[in-house]
């Protein structure tokens, strides 16, 4: 398996503009988190998805922020308005969850570098 | 409720010395723990996992990890140390439980280690 899929791997984009991150999940898993990274910040938790349901979306910044999981292989967080302070890395995590897997063990991407100027 | 909290936000070490990262959990269930490792500019990868077997674990690149219970415990440690070996490295606390709803990891703030040639 590829492991999980991100892209674009790195966005550039200027303030007030439109920004989507694509991710592909580990083939066969049902759990998909997206986190975000910075450094002041550290690793935070966005949003997850168990079998394409939104579970959990406590850790999304506001309104601006949105994410889809239309199938199990496919998952987009979009960002629009994008502004400066979402300047970030943005990973994609999937996991094997509930009694089919032996733990939350969870697969990341290489992370998505969003710069908005 | 969990959480996790790593002692040291920064440790450094000379080549050839041992390494020594440690982690305190507090869990309200059984919990799994991991250490996560992230090389500079690349995403998380699992170097170990405890699920409910053997308290001393064992992961990749000679890192080694023990669960001990009554220390709410899970320090990381290497034998010696490699010039590769310097990253940040998380410890994460997830619910056991293998239900619906508990498959979030809550990851600490890393510890940054530096290796001194």
């Known amino acids: 398996d590829a492991g999980v899929i991100q892209s674009p791997r790195h966005e550039v984009t200027e303030m007030g503009q439109e920004v989507t991150l694509r991710c592909k999940p580990i083939?066969?898993?049902?759990?998909l988190f997206w986190y975000r990274q910075t450094m002041m910040r550290g690793l935070e938790l966005l949003i997850y998805?168990?079998?394409?349901?939104?579970?959990?979306d406590s850790g999304m910044p506001e309104d601006r922020f949105s994410a889809k999981m239309p199938n199990a292989s496919f998952s987009t967080l979009k960002i629009q308005p994008s502004e400066p302070r979402d300047s970030a890395v943005y990973f994609c995590?999937?996991?094997?969850?509930?009694?089919?897997?032996?733990?939350?063990?969870?697969?990341f991407g290489p992370g998505t570098r969003l710069t908005v100027l | 409720a969990q959480s996790v909290t790593q002692l040291d936000s920064h440790v450094s070490v000379s080549e050839g010395t041992p390494v020594l990262l440690r982690c305190n959990y507090s869990?309200?269930?059984?919990?799994?723990l991991f250490w996560y490792v992230q090389h500079p500019n690349k995403g998380l990868q699992l170097l170990l996992k405890?699920?409910?077997?053997?308290?001393l674990v064992k992961g990749i690149n000679g890192f080694e990890a023990e669960f001990k219970k009554s220390e709410t415990s899970f320090h990381l440690t290497k034998p010696s140390a490699h010039m590769s070996d310097a990253a940040e490295y998380f410890c994460?606390?997830?619910?056991?439980?293998?239900?619906?709803?508990?498959?979030?990891?809550?990851f600490g703030t890393g510890t940054r280690l530096t290796i001194i040639p």
């Open positions: 083939s066969g898993h049902n759990s």
């Open positions: 994460v606390v997830s619910d056991r439980r293998r239900d619906f709803g508990n498959e979030k990891l809550t």
């Open positions: 405890y699920t409910s077997a053997a308290t």
């Open positions: 995590a999937s996991s094997l969850s509930g009694l089919a897997g032996d733990s939350n063990e969870q697969f």
């Open positions: 869990s309200s269930y059984s919990p799994s």
């Open positions: 998805f168990n079998n394409n349901v939104p579970i959990d």
